[in-house]
């Protein structure tokens, strides 16, 4: 297509450029005619005829002249010059401006009566035109050639990569998500396309793993409330011999049925936020205040447990967010520092703003998480070992760190030396 399109517009050009140069050429040559003619009859006026034969004589002599010359008598016959030109000398007023095939002529009556005929036949022109018209033919026949060429090799080129693509979507369709795009590495549109893609591919990748994962631990964990739940009413059902072990027996039930029906709760509310892109529940937060309303309710159960809650909180500091979302989040972090740490430990909520990013902080002197579990311990029901049996479901971090993500931040766990330090650094975007 672009190379016929390309083609024509060289076609054209070159047309309209020989139709110009000749124009232009052809009407130079006429006006060379009419100042030939001039001058010769100038010379005939000065000299009279024999004057005039003699300048003509002189013009005979110039080999290089493409000029004819033609002297016609009173009776119609050439006296001197080319005989073929008679035809022209029969317009007395001047000349014959004949186009086409014929030759320019320029003509003039003399005062004898005689008359002169001056005649080129554009063969300069012509060739001129002719070589106009091979060049441009040439260059029609080598562009025609390079537009091919490279058009076609382009193409298959092009199709190649596309092919690539192509076949990897179909092996992902079919079932293989470790199927990738082969790039070049030549950085051109393709291999950026091919590197999203395969970014894509990962992504989708990831996320099918981390469902598979997560729908098994659902099935493993929800496996053991279930079966302890059976068992229970089992033994009752075998063992039990008043009504009042019935009783504790169903309140057992109802419990443990309270329990799991928690995890699913849970479960869903992680799902939810995980899925929540929009911050639509989002409002200007009083951080400081929240801060400070989680330390209040817990301060009570902490000395209970024998433990110390402090406080380092900055005051004013307002974030856009999801007040509910964040008290569970800090609530979680606050309860898994008074659980997962022994008596006597202290437990500090800290609120800090450095260089305007905002830092919320949880921390405590306990235990803390080994570096290579701190990734583990945000899966939902991820246990340390050591808490395994402890009251928990193991989603608590989990669901902290849906809600930090949302938050556009990230959950962090640190080391607190000793202890467990875990922390969000709010976006900018949502600092007020
Ligand atoms: N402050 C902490 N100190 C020590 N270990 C912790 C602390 N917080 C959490 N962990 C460990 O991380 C695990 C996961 O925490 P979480 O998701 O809240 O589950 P849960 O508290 O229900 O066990 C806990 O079981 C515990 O082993
Ligand atoms: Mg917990």
């Not at 050009?13 to 001058?39: F, H, K, M, P, Y």
């Not at 025609?144 to 298959?156: D, F, K, P, Q, V």
């Not at 992902?172 to 970014?199: C, M």
């Not at 500091?317 to 964040?326: E, G, I, R, S, Y």
Request: hydrophobic share 45%; with cysteine; charged share 25%.
């Amino acid at each position: 297509m672009y190379t016929a399109a390309f083609m024509v517009t060289v076609g054209v050009i070159g047309w309209v450029t020989v139709l110009v140069v000749s124009d232009t050429l052809e009407r130079q040559a006429q006006r060379g005619l009419e100042n030939e003619a001039s001058a010769l009859v100038d010379e005939f006026k000065a000299g009279g005829r024999q004057d005039l034969e003699a300048a003509l004589a002189g013009r005979f002599a110039n080999p290089l002249t493409h000029i004819r010359y033609v002297l016609i008598g009173v009776d119609g016959r050439a006296l001197l010059g080319d005989e073929t030109l008679l035809p022209y000398g029969r317009d007395p007023a001047g000349s014959v401006a004949s186009r086409g095939a014929g030759p320019r002529t320029a003509a003039r009556a003399l005062s004898d009566g005689s008359r002169l005929v001056v005649a080129d036949d554009l063969a300069d022109v012509r060739h001129v035109e002719a070589v106009i018209r091979r060049a441009f033919l040439i260059a029609l026949v080598i562009a025609g050639a390079l537009g091919l060429g490279t058009g076609s090799l382009l193409s298959t080129a092009l199709l190649r990569r596309l092919d690539a693509i192509t076949r990897t979507a179909e092996a992902v369709v079919a079932g293989d998500l470790t199927q990738r795009i082969t790039h070049t590495g030549s950085k051109d549109e393709f291999d950026r396309l091919a590197v999203t893609l395969n970014r894509m591919l990962d992504r989708i990748d990831g996320l099918m793993v981390n469902l598979r994962q997560v729908s098994t631990d659902i099935a493993h964990d929800l496996r053991t409330p279930l079966s302890r739940l059976r068992q229970n009413l089992e033994t009752t059902n075998r063992r039990a011999a008043t009504l009042d072990d019935y009783r504790v027996a169903v309140e057992q039930a109802v419990e443990e049925t309270d329990r799991i029906l928690d995890i699913f709760s849970a479960l869903l509310r992680i799902a939810q936020i995980e899925a929540t892109t929009l911050r639509k529940g989002f409002h200007p937060v009083n951080l400081s205040e929240l801060f400070h309303t989680v330390a209040d309710a817990y301060a009570a159960p902490a000395s209970d447990g024998g433990r110390t809650l402090a406080a380092d909180i900055t005051a004013d500091v307002w974030v856009q967010a999801d007040q509910d979302l964040l008290t569970q989040l800090f609530v979680n972090l606050v309860e898994n520092a008074l659980l997962h740490t022994p008596q006597r430990s202290t437990v500090t909520l800290e609120l800090s703003v450095r260089d305007r990013s905002v830092v919320a902080a949880v921390c405590d002197d306990g235990p803390g998480i080994p570096a290579t579990e701190r990734e583990k311990v945000l899966r939902r029901f991820y246990r340390l070992e050591r808490s395994r049996y402890g009251p928990g479901n193991g989603l608590g971090l989990s669901l902290a760190a849906a809600v930090a993500e949302l938050h556009g931040g990230q959950l962090t766990l640190s080391d607190a030396q000793p202890g467990l330090r875990a922390s969000i650094a709010f976006t900018r975007e949502l600092i007020l």
